[in-house]
C-alpha cells in the first residue's frame, strides 16, 4: 500500500458525501426542501475529514516530500491543489456562517449554504480528478518505494496525533449515513478505507 494509494481511497469517501450533498442541493432547487441536517453534517465532514485530515496529510507530508524531491511548492500542480484546498475552506466557511439561521428556515440563508455547498463539490470534484490523474501519477514517479512507506507512516501520526482516537470511524459513519440516505452506491466492502481506524491499518485509509 502505498500513501497515494490511501489518498485515492480517501477520496471515494469524499466522493460519496458530495454525491449525497448534490442530491440535497437538487432536492432544495426542486422543491425548497432544504434537509439542513445533512448539510451539517456534510460540512462538518468536509471541515475535518476531508479538509483537517486528509488535505492535512496531504500539505504537511505528501507536498513536502515532493518539494524535498524538486517539485516546487509554488506553481506547478503542487501549486493549484493548495490554491484549491483554500478555495474549499472558503466554501466550508460560507456554510458554517448560514447554517443556523437557514435551519431556522431564514430562506436566504437557505440559498447561501446550498450555493456554497455546491460551489464545494465543484471545487472538489475537479481537484480529486486532477490528483488522482496527475498529481499522484507524478508523486509515483518520483518517490521510492521507501519513501512511500514513510509517507504512510505519517499519516498514521497525523491520523493518531492531529485527529484523535475515534475520528476515523465517527467519519466513515457520517459518509455512510449521509450516502445510504441519499441513495450514494456504496464502495467496495474489501476496500482497506472499512477495514477500521488508520492506525490499524498502517495509515488514514479513510477519508
Known sequence: ???????????????????????????????RNFDGDTFEKAADFFRNFTDKCHHGKEEDVLFKALEARGVPSEGGPVG????????????IRG????????????????IRVVDHARRFAMILTD?????NNILFNMA?????????????????LVEV????????????????????KYGVP?????????????????GCHGH
Open 1 to 31: 500500500m502505498k500513501a497515494t494509494d490511501i489518498l485515492r481511497q480517501e477520496h471515494k469517501v469524499i466522493e460519496r458525501v458530495i454525491a449525497a450533498v448534490n442530491k440535497a442541493a437538487d432536492a432544495f432547487t426542486r422543491e
Open 80 to 91: 493549484v491543489m493548495l490554491m484549491e484546498h483554500d478555495m474549499g475552506r472558503e466554501q
Open 95 to 110: 456554510i458554517f456562517a448560514n447554517i443556523e439561521a437557514a435551519k431556522e428556515e431564514d430562506g436566504g440563508a437557505q
Open 127 to 131: 481537484h480529486i480528478f486532477k490528483e
Open 140 to 156: 509515483d514517479e518520483v518517490l521510492t518505494d521507501e519513501e512511500q512507506q514513510d509517507l504512510v507512516h505519517r499519516f498514521t
Open 161 to 180: 496525533h492531529d485527529m484523535g482516537a475515534g475520528t476515523h470511524e465517527k467519519y466513515l459513519a457520517i459518509a455512510n449515513e449521509l450516502a445510504e
Open 186 to 202: 456504496e464502495i467496495d466492502a474489501h476496500d482497506p478505507v472499512f477495514a477500521g481506524g488508520c492506525h490499524h491499518h498502517r
